[in-house]
């Protein structure tokens, strides 16, 4: 079906191939020193992105949505290299002649291009640690050190290595409960038991409790079932609209999908225990943009992922026009919201402005 953000992308694709061509066509130059030839390699590179991505938008095999997302970020790249060296050359032509100055613009086009992979690599395997406090007037004995992780996306791009990495993270850490705001598998199961991605996974479940809801990837194909029965064998206690009492100290909450069309409403998930026991009541809500409802039933602290921040320049900036909460703490009314970027990625091997992280919460 025709959706109003292809015909968005579509226009700002072609408009970053309206202002790539020009300076493309003054690095290539030394490539096809006639204009002709310029012309027709120009040309065919515009046939070729505008093709792949038309056939990704539509899904004509082999090419899908990812495949659109990383043409439009590689252009996105390719504009942020050759549109200020086209620039520099257009202002310095017409000063005083700079001896040789085309031919290091070209020669250092290629490096300042790979910066931003070398960049986005970095960011999103080498996983953070931030830190935040969340006060409670109501009953706690004493604090409690909370992990928060989402969108791990286990699969071709998130696997055993990472979860290594994660597994270390929290051994350094030490929390109290492991929660996971959901998007643990990247759409499919297959790649996670292929790799058996579940012996590493289990070893989290083995040292620490972990609670955790299911996101919008863990429902897209219809295995909904096979994810919760992978989770549930490495050890991982699945929350579908339920509640409990961890340790005596925390009601803890989570809640379905917005994708699940059973999902009860958040006033439906407090009985009365839990409005009269003055313990902090705790939501897992993978989509943060439900806060507001959330707050409204009474909840104290709600803790989301599902923006990965954007996690790539410029959907970092421009997520801010379609997520009302992106990432952060944020107080909502008498709620404390709490959106992490994420461990894992969707869609490219990149995080460009963001960075992949585990959030510890200290509730006091």
Not at 254 to 277: F, V
């Amino acid at each position: 079906m025709f959706h109003y953000r292809i015909l968005i992308a579509a226009g700002v694709l072609q408009i970053i191939l309206l202002f790539l061509l020009p300076a493309l066509n003054f690095l290539i130059k030394p490539l096809f020193r006639i204009k002709k030839w310029r012309f027709i390699a120009l040309s065919l590179f515009w046939t070729v992105c505008t093709a792949i991505w038309v056939a990704s938008m539509w899904r004509i095999s082999p090419f899908g949505f990812r495949t659109g997302a990383g043409v439009l970020l590689l252009l996105i790249y390719a504009l942020s290299t050759a549109l200020p060296l086209w620039l520099i050359r257009q202002i310095y032509r017409f000063r005083q002649p700079v001896k040789n100055a085309d031919k290091i613009l070209r020669i250092i086009a290629i490096p300042l291009f790979l910066m931003w992979f070398v960049w986005g690599v970095v960011s999103a395997y080498t996983p953070r640690t931030v830190y935040y406090s969340a006060n409670t007037q109501k009953t706690l004995t004493e604090p409690i050190k909370i992990a928060l992780i989402a969108d791990l996306h286990l699969g071709n791009l998130i696997g055993n290595y990472s979860l290594q990495q994660l597994n270390q993270i929290l051994n350094d850490e030490n929390p109290d409960i492991v929660l996971l705001a959901g998007d643990i598998i990247d759409d499919l199961p297959d790649v996670y038991r292929q790799k058996n991605m579940e012996k590493e996974f289990a070893q989290i479940a083995a040292k620490y409790p972990v609670y955790a809801v299911l996101g919008n990837h863990d429902n897209y194909r219809g295995v909904q079932a096979e994810i919760e029965n992978d989770m549930r064998k490495a050890g991982v206690i699945l929350l579908r609209d339920e509640s409990v009492l961890f340790e005596d100290k925390i009601w803890l909450t989570g809640r379905r999908d917005k994708q699940e069309k059973q999902r009860l409403k958040p006033h439906k998930l407090i009985n009365e225990t839990m409005r009269q026991s003055n313990k902090p009541l705790i939501v897992i809500d993978h989509q943060p943009d439900q806060a507001p409802n959330n707050a409204a039933a009474g909840f104290d602290i709600q803790l989301s992922g599902h923006t990965h921040a954007g996690q790539t320049f410029p959907a970092n900036y421009v997520i801010h026009f379609f997520q009302p909460f992106v990432y952060g703490k944020y107080d909502i009314d008498n709620m404390q919201l709490f959106v992490t970027s994420g461990y894992g990625l969707w869609g490219v091997p990149l995080r460009i402005g963001t960075r992949a992280e585990v959030m510890m919460i200290e509730l006091k």
